[in-house]
Nanobody
Framework: QVQLVESGGGLVQPGGSLRLSCAAS????????MGWFRQTPGKDRDFVAT????????YYSDSVRGRFTISRDNAKNTVYLQMNSLKREDTAVYFC?????????????????WGQGTQVTVSS
C-alpha cells in the first residue's frame, strides 16, 4: 500500500500562485509515476499533470501547460505542483495519485492510490 497526503491548497486571487505538495509513504518503491487530478462538484476527475518518478519526465493537460509545473523530490518522497497564473476555472479539489506501473498515464482509472484531496479556490 501507498499512502498519499496532499497539502498546500487555499484561497488565491486570479493571477496568483500556489504550490501543492503530495507526500508519499508506505511501499513507495513500487511507485513508478504520480499524477495530479482535479475535480469540481458533479463532474469527473480531470487529469492535470503526471511525472515519472525515476526519470522525471512529465506531461500536462492542455489547460495547464505553461502555467503549472510538476516536480518531485526523491529524498522526501514528495511530488509538487507549482501553479502560476491561476484562473477562476482552476478552482477545484486537487488530488494526488500514484501507480506502480511504468509510463505516464492521463486516466484516473490507471492510478491505484489516491490522496484525500486539497481545495484550491481562485477568487477575488
Amino acid at each position: 500500500q501507498v499512502q498519499l497526503v496532499e497539502s498546500g491548497g487555499g484561497l488565491v486571487q486570479p493571477g496568483g500562485s500556489l504550490r501543492l505538495s503530495c507526500a508519499a509513504s508506505g511501499r513507495t518503491y513500487s511507485t513508478y509515476s504520480m499524477g495530479w487530478f482535479r475535480q469540481t462538484p458533479g463532474k469527473d476527475r480531470d487529469f492535470v499533470a503526471t511525472i515519472n518518478w525515476s526519470s522525471g519526465s512529465t506531461y500536462y493537460s492542455d489547460s495547464v501547460r505553461g502555467r503549472f509545473t510538476i516536480s518531485r523530490d526523491n529524498a522526501k518522497n514528495t511530488v509538487y505542483l507549482q501553479m502560476n497564473s491561476l484562473k477562476r476555472e482552476d478552482t477545484a479539489v486537487y488530488f494526488c495519485a500514484a501507480r506502480p506501473i511504468r509510463g505516464l498515464a492521463v486516466e484516473a482509472s490507471q492510478y491505484d492510490y489516491w490522496g484525500q484531496g486539497t481545495q484550491v479556490t481562485v477568487s477575488s
